[in-house]
């Protein structure tokens, strides 16, 4: 098999990634843009040794699963893989793979039995998304675009609209290419290091209405800020949303970096005030552009109740959240409990926690900055890390990033011997892996519940209740 040859393969599978599997001569063949049941014609792009990745070159018969993508874009486009998929099928897929997971490597028989519910978006996957963050380029007209990153690559694919952003950003998206156009505002080129404007981040409180434009410049000075929010509010006055939108707040974020991170460190208010409130659930967020915030807080606001569900506090338990991020999940398990002791290694996340916590007025969560490893060692021999002694947490909650919780810490909780315990994962490898270590000391597994926090892509979200064997 060598590039640009032409096979025919049936599709049997699905990768983490969301792209198709089939095999062909003994081969596995990766196929983008394929669905399970699908017999397509590939063309193969790339050849290893014992696998090769192939394009769609045409579907001979499609599967049952198959719906036309939402998004004319969407195959060109580097964000979603499964658009082309029906969202039963995608719940499945993401169901699927995490029953895999703790079969494979949780080594659990029949996780079937433990599961309670696959929480699916609603009738459709769509306009989920608070917040967006567009390239900004030029098209071979020399007009401005704005759009996303092509499929590892960094070259930009024009949009709109997105499907799975909020319907604001249409208009969003048009005010910032006539803000550009009118004014001649130059866009910034990888390559060289010069232009003007790098991207363009949009925030939309989905319970308050109240919209952030972020335009990230690569300049220490903003220019053109009496025409940009001009153009954004003739935009806002134009725009049909199901919704009402209120625009807060215009911000320039300064990145003079050669850098592909986005954001620079310095934001400076251009209009309005510099940050945005929103509500998950009763509990309130002040959201401004760096702000690390939940970017589906509808089904955010679905999980964390799960989670507190599964948590069931009385009001007399000391509960432990690690990897507690801007203390989301702390300030809801708050009300219902003693005390909270949220744990997270991003300083800035803390502060955000704690002003949070202000301005909620809940007084009993506390948050300490370290590696949840660490301080939760510190915690149990009663040091804490302000010589305040903390008692031993009756339930614990863990929240990690994709690799999971570190072992050190999975044997902290495995010592203290909690009633219960909460585990929140958006990776079900990891989650597997540590389910496993827990299981075979002392707890078990009650039940576990799917979310579907990013619907389009493969990433799919958990929340699981441990409780103690011996109790
Ligand atoms: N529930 C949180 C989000 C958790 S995401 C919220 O709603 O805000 C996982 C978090 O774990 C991130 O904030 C990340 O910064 C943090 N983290 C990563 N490694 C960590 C470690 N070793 N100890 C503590 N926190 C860690």
Redesign the pocket.
Known sequence: MKKNDFIELEIEDVTDDGSGIGHYDGMAIFVKDSAVGDRVKARIVKVKKHYAFGRVEEIISESHNRVESACPVSRQCGGCTLQHIGYEAELELKKNRVINCLKRIGGIDNPEEYLEEVVGLGSSPERYRNKMQFPVGKDKDGMTVLGFYAGHSHSIIPVEDCMIGHEINRYIIAAIKKWCDENKISVYDEETGKGFLRHVLTRVGFQTGELMVCVIINNKKMKFSEELVSCINEALSKAETKDAIILKSVVANINTEKTNKILGEETVPVWGQEYITDYIGDVQFRISAQS?Y?VNPVQ?YRLYSRALEYANLTGNETVWD????????SLFLAKNAKKVIG????PQ?IQDAKQNADLNAIKNAKFYV????EVATELLSGKGTDDTYEEVPDVIVV???RKGC?EKLLNTVIKVKPNRMVY?S?DPATLARDLKILMANGFNLEKFSVFDQFSRSMHVECAVLMSRADR
């Open positions: 690390f939940q955010t690690m990897y507690c991020g801007i203390g989301t999940i744990v997270e290694i991003v996340a370290g590696k949840a490893e929240d990690p990033p570190d929140v958006c």
